[in-house]
C-alpha cells in the first residue's frame, strides 16, 4: 500500500506527460492540419545509403509468394495485400511497415524482384499512405521505413515508369514532412532518435533538401548528445539498442564522405563511443550478455558493425555510466549489472536485474539471464523482467525495482520501473593474479529494510570466480530481527549446459555441450536444482535449469559459493560392458579444493 502511494506522483507524471504528447499528435495528425504534410515532389534522388544488414535472395521468393517472416512469426496473404492484413502481432505489422525486408529483393536483383517491391511500395501508399494512424505511422516505424526507401531505392526506380517515380518520391517527401512536424511526439528514447537519423538521410539522399539538412544536423547532434552515454552506452541500458543504432549511424557517416561533406563531430564522437561499448557487452562466443532487453543476438549484424571499429583491442573494464563492469582473464568472461534507471521514460523495456552477472568460458555461455522475449506481447514479458529471472540474489521471489504493471494505465503509458535502486555503490580493485568487484544496492530498502552486497572475485588467468551475497540492514549490519523472509540465490544456468551432482548436496559438474566444464561449489549451504527457462534461444524460449541456495534473511551471514575450471575427459567405457550396451562415465581430473 505504502509503494503504490509513494510511486502515485511518478504515474500521475507519467499520465500527464503522455496525455499531454497525445494530444499533441491527434491535434497535429487531425484531417484539419494533415495537409502540412504535403510536401512538392523532389527533383530526384542523389544517392542510396548502404545498409548493413545481411541479405537473403531466397527471401526474396518467399515474398513473391505472399509469405512474409518477420519478428520471428510468419503470415501468409494468400494474394491480398499485406498492408491489409489483420492478423499478426504488432511487432510483425512494425516490421512489415518499416520495409526492412526490401533489402531481399534488392539483393535477387531480377526483373520480377523490382516488379515485386514497386508493386508492394505502391500498394502502402494506396492503402496507407494518406491515412495517418496506427501502427504504420509511429515515429519509428516511419523513420526506418523512410530509410529503407532511400537505402534500396535502386530497386524501386530502377526500370519504372514516370509515373510510379513520382508517386514514389511524392510520398516520400511526404513522410519526410511528417517526421519533421512530429519527432517531437515520440517522447523520449530510441523512437526520437531514429526520427532525427532519418531526417539526415533524407537532408543527405533527396535533392534540394539543403534547409532539412541543416536543421536535421543539429537536431541530431542534439540527440545524440542526450541518449549516447560518455562511455558508449544508450540510456535504455540495451546492449541490442546500441547494435541497432549503430546500423544506422555508420552508414549515415559514410553517406556524409560519399557526399564530400564533413561529418557532424558529434555523430563521430558517438560512433567512437559506442563501438568499444559493444564490444564490452560480448560474451567469450560473440554474443551479447542478456541485460536489460537483449535478447537473441543477431550475431551476423554484430559482425559487420565492428568491423568499423578502428581501434581493436580488449574490450573497456567497466561502464560506469551505463551501470555495468566487465572481468576477463584467459578465455573467461563475467559482465555485471551495476545499475539503475534514473528516469521512467527510458525504462519500459528494463529489468530489475542489479548485481546479476553472466558468465562465459572458451566460447560457452555457463551463467546467464533469463533474457528477453521476442515479443513484447508475450504473457511472460513482466517474468523476464523480475529480478528472479536474472542471476542475483531475491527477496521473497520480490524484484528489487518495481514496475507499473495496471491494466488500463499500462495499455496507456506501458510498463516503465516507477522505483529502483536509488543508490549502487561499486568498488572495483585489481590485485596481483585476480580482480575484485564489490557491489552494493538499496532496491530492498523500502520493502524489507535490507541492503543487497555482492562481491566477486575473478582470476586473471580466468580459472576461477569466488563469490560472496549478503544482505544488511541500515547500519551495515547482518539482519539479526527474527523475520521470516527467505533469501533466494539464484544462478540460471544455459541450456546447452548439463548439470549432475558430484558426491553431498553442495557440489555440481556444469558441463557444456562443446566439452567446456566446471565445478560449481557452495560453500555455506547445500544447493538445489530447479527448473528455469531462457528466452533468448535463436528458435524461441528452450527449458534450462538454475541453481538456486535457499537461506533465511535474518541472521544471513555471508553465503560464498565458487566456479573452478575443470577437465571434462572424453567418455570412457566402464570394464566388463559389451559394446552393444555400453555405459560411460566421466572422469574429473583437477578437481578444485575450497578456496
Known amino acids: 500500500m505504502w509503494a503504490a502511494i509513494l510511486d502515485r506522483p511518478k504515474i500521475i507524471g507519467l499520465v500527464l506527460n503522455e496525455s499531454w504528447r497525445r494530444f499533441y499528435y491527434n491535434l497535429r495528425t487531425s484531417a484539419l492540419l494533415r495537409w502540412r504534410f504535403s510536401a512538392a515532389i523532389p527533383e530526384k534522388l542523389l544517392i542510396a545509403p548502404q545498409d548493413l544488414r545481411t541479405v537473403d535472395p531466397h527471401n526474396a521468393f518467399e515474398v513473391y509468394s505472399g509469405r512474409f517472416f518477420l519478428a520471428g512469426e510468419m503470415v501468409e496473404t494468400y494474394g491480398s495485400s499485406p498492408f491489409e492484413m489483420t492478423s499478426g502481432s504488432e511487432n510483425w505489422h512494425r516490421a512489415l511497415h518499416s520495409f526492412g525486408w526490401l533489402r531481399h529483393l534488392r539483393a535477387a536483383d531480377s526483373d520480377l524482384s523490382r516488379a515485386s517491391a514497386q ?224 528516469e521512467p521514460s527510458f525504462s519500459k523495456k528494463g529489468h530489475a536485474g542489479c ?36 542471476s542475483t540474489a531475491v527477496i521473497e521471489d520480490t524484484s528489487s525495482a518495481r514496475f507499473h504493471v495496471d491494466g488500463a494505465l499500462a495499455n496507456f503509458i506501458g510498463t516503465p520501473i516507477l522505483s529502483n535502486n536509488n543508490q549502487v555503490e561499486v568498488d572495483r580493485s585489481e590485485m596481483t593474479d585476480y580482480s575484485v568487484i564489490k557491489a552494493i544496492h538499496d532496491g530492498y530498502k523500502r520493502q524489507f529494510g535490507a541492503f543487497h552486497e555482492r562481491t566477486i572475485s575473478f582470476a586473471k588467468k580466468g580459472d576461477w570466480v569466488q563469490g560472496a551475497d549478503r544482505f544488511l540492514d541500515h547500519e551495515g549490519k547482518t539482519i539479526s530481527t527474527e523475520r521470516d523472509e527467505k533469501v533466494a540465490i539464484r544462478f540460471h544456468i544455459h541450456p546447452d549446459v548439463s548439470i549432475s551432482t558430484i558426491g553431498g548436496g553442495n557440489r555440481v559438474l556444469l558441463a557444456h555441450s562443446q566439452g567446456e566444464a566446471w565445478i560449481f561449489t557452495a560453500l555455506d549451504c547445500t544447493l538445489s536444482i530447479e527448473e528455469s527457462i531462457f528466452f533468448s534461444g535463436p528458435s524461441g524460449a528452450r527449458k534450462t535449469e538454475q541453481l538456486v541456495l535457499h537461506v533465511p534473511l535474518s541472521g544471513m551471514s555471508q553465503i560464498r559459493w565458487q566456479f573452478e575450471r575443470t577437465v571434462k575427459q572424453k567418455p570412457r567405457r566402464r570394464q566388463g560392458t559389451q559394446e552393444s550396451n555400453t555405459l560411460f562415465d566421466f572422469g574429473l581430473d583437477d578437481e578444485p579444493s575450497e578456496k
Open 119 to 342: 508493386a508492394l511500395v505502391r500498394s502502402w501508399i494506396q492503402t496507407r499512405g494518406k491515412n495517418v494512424e496506427g501502427i504504420p505511422w509511429e515515429i519509428d516505424t516511419t523513420a526506418q521505413r523512410v530509410m529503407s526507401w532511400l537505402c534500396h531505392s535502386p530497386v524501386l526506380i530502377k526500370g519504372t515508369d514516370y509515373d510510379f517515380y513520382r508517386l514514389y518520391l511524392k510520398n516520400l517527401a511526404s513522410q519526410v514532412r511528417y517526421l519533421k512536424r512530429m519527432c517531437n511526439s515520440a517522447g523520449d528514447g530510441e523512437a526520437r532518435l531514429l526520427g532525427r537519423i532519418a531526417l539526415v538521410y533524407a537532408g543527405l539522399c533527396i535533392s534540394d533538401q539543403q534547409h532539412t539538412l541543416k536543421s536535421a544536423n543539429r537536431n541530431l547532434e542534439m540527440e545524440l548528445e542526450r541518449q549516447i552515454l560518455p562511455d558508449g552506452g544508450h540510456v535504455s541500458r540495451s546492449p541490442t539498442v546500441l547494435l541497432e543504432l549503430l546500423s544506422k549511424l555508420l552508414p549515415l557517416h559514410h553517406t556524409y564522405t560519399a557526399m564530400d561533406q564533413s561529418p557532424p563531430q558529434a555523430l563521430t564522437l558517438a560512433i567512437d563511443r559506442m563501438l568499444p561499448a559493444l564490444r564490452f557487452f560480448r560474451h567469450s562466443d560473440g554474443n551479447f550478455a542478456h541485460f536489460n532487453g537483449a535478447g537473441t543476438t543477431p550475431t551476423d549484424l554484430l559482425n559487420i558493425v565492428l568491423r568499423y571499429d578502428q581501434i581493436i583491442g580488449q574490450a573497456p573494464k567497466n561502464a560506469s555510466h551505463s551501470g555495468y563492469q566487465r572481468l576477463e582473464g584467459g578465455s573467461s568472461v563475467l559482465i555485471m549489472d551495476t545499475g539503475f534507471y534514473h
Open 355 to 390: 548485481l546479476s552477472f553472466e558468465f562465459s568460458s572458451k566460447g560457452a555461455q555457463f551463467v546467464v539471464n533469463c533474457g528477453a522475449l521476442t515479443s513484447y506481447n508475450s504473457q511472460y514479458l513482466q517474468f523476464a523482467r523480475a529480478t528472479a529471472a536474472h
